[in-house]
């Protein structure tokens, strides 16, 4: 358990060195700061701000233009997840970003929203369309929303 509350740390570590050094302080860049091209077209229609809260999820996830990403380990996810999200671990998600299509506005969720905070940083950084669900699945799970397991 030792060691994976190091790994947790070392890769929570780089995540917040690469935001600090590509983004300055925490800093996300806005869909107005990234260039035009780097903005996919479903972000100009759907517009939605940095968080999210978990009924508007609920309504976005069957839009063709919206990815669903779970940042949650393996274990977390089969233990019920919002159906139809793309299970990609926090700690894989730099080497996976070409799996995540740039023309789709994409939501990060995890259990509380912490996680799904970083990854959605990471990913902003990257120049996708970006959202945190804030609350992550506990949020989901209060409102009553349907959890596949």
């Not at 302080?25 to 479903?42: E, T, V, W």
């Not at 970083?118 to 506990?138: C, K, P, S, V």
Request: net charge neutral.
């Amino acid at each position: 358990m030792k060691r994976w509350n190091k790994g947790i740390l070392l890769v929570l570590g780089v995540s917040l060195a690469l935001a600090v050094a590509l983004g300055g302080c925490g800093a996300s860049p806005s869909a107005s700061a990234r260039p035009a091209a780097a903005a996919p077209a479903a972000a100009t229609t759907l517009n939605l701000p940095a968080t999210v809260d978990a009924k508007t999820v609920n309504e976005l996830r069957n839009n063709p233009d919206v990815l669903i990403i779970d940042v949650r380990e393996d274990y977390e996810y089969a233990a019920g997840h919002i159906a139809g999200a793309t299970l990609i671990p926090l700690g894989q998600l730099s080497s996976r970003l070409s799996e995540i299509p740039k023309d789709k506005t994409v939501v990060a969720v995890c259990r509380s929203g912490n996680r799904s905070g970083q990854a959605t940083e990471l990913l902003r950084q990257a120049g996708y369309d970006a959202h945190n669900m804030a609350g992550g699945m506990i949020s989901w799970e209060q409102a009553g929303l349907d959890i596949q397991r």
